[in-house]
């Protein structure tokens, strides 16, 4: 998938052994320790700090958020690049249920989507899409690089980063994570590049004020896909807020929406982005979606799926100046290494 100067690429620093940790060889062409790069590991004194600041006032901070402008106000025009080609083996990892109620009034989206919360470099409290995704210990969180991972100071998780999992209208159903560390690629953590705009980050496993378990044992945590053929239907999900180019606003931030359609036939790109490898999908929802989940096979029932995707960027392919089209890396045998990464370590808890 990758051109030979990113295969080549050899980490600085913050590297990490996944196949120790999971006593078994990766699945990706590269080595783990050439992919992986984490953020430094936030403590618990700090995570406390961090759920307070978000809980205080009754959760003032988190209704004075607004989406993520940085890098998707500027919609453009995807470019077909070729065919997609899986690097090893289509691969996939089973979801996991739960047992917990609901007191959602959406019974028909997915109990493990919600918004990350954090605040950017200019002291502003923003928020992106994501999702719980199945982990070992049932603490991984799923979304874009651009919504978790600071490059402009390198190893940093971005700042105050909580996880609001089924977040509806001001309201968080289950309660706030807090996110201990990122897992990204060494491409975006170095270069930006968005072929990589993912990210997976571990969060401490019990909720800020009480012991009320750990993230997926509570919202259940969506199965994970990599090396998938194209022409597939996925199901996308985010919180949209940001106007259509033309200054339409269909989106309110407040209510999760979604979208349905078949992939792309080839993968596209964007040089801006250094993009070559994104899938696309048909779908007007804007800026806020970003790091939402692309899920194959959704089951409508069971509310579960395959994550094989998150929202990267946000297109106009006709040009009549409205977004009609996402697009997200292409899942592939690295995107499995970075999210084994964080899957298959325990994270701690706040109390």
């Given at each position: 998938?990758?051109?030979p100067?990113?295969r080549t690429?050899?980490?600085?620093g913050?590297?990490?052994?996944?196949a120790?940790?999971?006593g078994?060889?990766?699945?990706?062409?590269?080595?783990?320790t050439?992919i992986?790069?984490?953020?430094?590991?936030?403590?618990t004194?700090?995570?406390q700090?961090i759920?307070?600041?978000?809980?205080r006032?009754?959760?003032?901070?988190?209704?004075?958020a607004?989406?993520?402008?940085?890098?998707?106000?500027?919609?453009?025009?995807?470019t077909?690049?070729?065919?997609?080609?899986?690097?090893?083996?289509?691969?996939?990892?089973?979801?996991?249920?739960?047992t917990?109620?609901?007191?959602?009034?959406?019974?028909?989206?997915?109990?493990?989507?919600?918004k990350?919360?954090?605040?950017?470099?200019?002291?502003?409290?923003?928020?992106?899409?994501?999702?719980?995704?199945?982990?070992?210990?049932q603490?991984v969180?799923?979304?874009?690089?651009?919504?978790t991972?600071?490059?402009a100071?390198?190893?940093?998780?971005?700042?105050?980063?909580?996880?609001?999992?089924g977040?509806y209208?001001?309201?968080?159903?289950?309660?706030?994570y807090?996110?201990?560390q990122?897992?990204?690629?060494?491409?975006?953590?170095?270069?930006?590049?968005?072929?990589?705009?993912y990210?997976?980050?571990k969060?401490?496993s019990d909720?800020?004020?009480?012991?009320?378990?750990?993230?997926?044992?509570?919202?259940a945590?969506q199965?994970?896909?990599?090396?998938q053929?194209?022409?597939?239907?996925?199901?996308?999900?985010g919180?949209?807020?940001?106007?259509?180019?033309?200054?339409n606003?269909?989106?309110?931030?407040?209510?999760?929406?979604?979208?349905?359609?078949?992939?792309t036939?080839?993968?596209v790109?964007?040089?801006?982005?250094?993009?070559?490898?994104?899938v696309?999908?048909?779908?007007?929802?804007?800026?806020?979606?970003?790091?939402?989940?692309?899920?194959?096979?959704y089951?409508?029932?069971?509310?579960?799926?395959?994550?094989n995707g998150?929202?990267?960027?946000?297109?106009?392919?006709?040009?009549?100046?409205r977004?009609?089209?996402?697009?997200?890396?292409?899942?592939?045998?690295?995107t499995?290494?970075v999210?084994?990464?964080?899957?298959?370590?325990?994270s701690?808890?706040?109390?």
């Open positions: 998938m990758n051109t100067l990113k690429l050899l980490p600085l913050g590297g990490l052994a996944v120790a940790l999971l078994a060889s990766m699945p990706g062409t590269a080595q783990a050439d992986v790069k984490h953020s430094e590991s936030v403590g004194p700090d995570a700090g759920a307070t600041f978000w809980l006032n009754n959760a003032a901070a988190l209704e004075a607004t989406y993520l402008e940085e890098d998707t106000t500027e919609v453009s025009k995807l077909s690049t070729g065919t997609a080609e899986a690097d090893t083996k289509p691969g996939s990892v089973a979801p996991t249920t739960t917990a109620t609901t007191t959602s009034k959406n019974v028909n989206l997915p109990r493990t989507i919600g990350v919360f954090f605040v950017n470099a200019a002291g502003e409290n923003k928020w992106c899409s994501a999702t719980s995704v199945q982990s070992k210990y603490n969180v799923a979304t874009a690089g651009h919504c991972y600071d490059t100071n390198d190893e940093q998780l971005l700042d105050k980063w909580v996880f609001v999992p977040y209208q001001g309201k968080a159903p289950w309660g706030i807090v996110g201990k990122a897992f990204v690629h060494y491409d975006f953590g170095v270069y930006e590049d968005y072929d990589r705009d990210a997976f980050v969060q401490f909720i800020t004020v009480t012991d009320a378990g750990r993230l997926g044992d509570n919202v945590g199965g994970f896909a990599w090396n053929k194209l022409q597939q239907a996925n199901f996308v999900f919180y949209p807020q940001a106007a259509q180019p033309d200054g606003k269909p989106f309110t931030g407040a209510t999760p929406k979604w979208c349905y359609g078949k992939t036939a080839k993968t790109g964007d040089a801006a982005k250094k993009i070559e490898e994104h696309g999908i048909k779908c007007s929802m804007t800026a806020g979606a970003d790091g939402g989940p692309w899920l194959l096979k089951s409508n029932t069971k509310r579960l799926g395959y994550l998150v929202t990267s960027t946000f297109n106009d392919q006709d040009e009549n100046n977004v009609d089209y996402l697009s997200t890396p292409y899942f592939d045998g690295d499995y290494n999210y084994a990464s964080a899957a298959n370590l325990w701690g808890t706040l109390l």
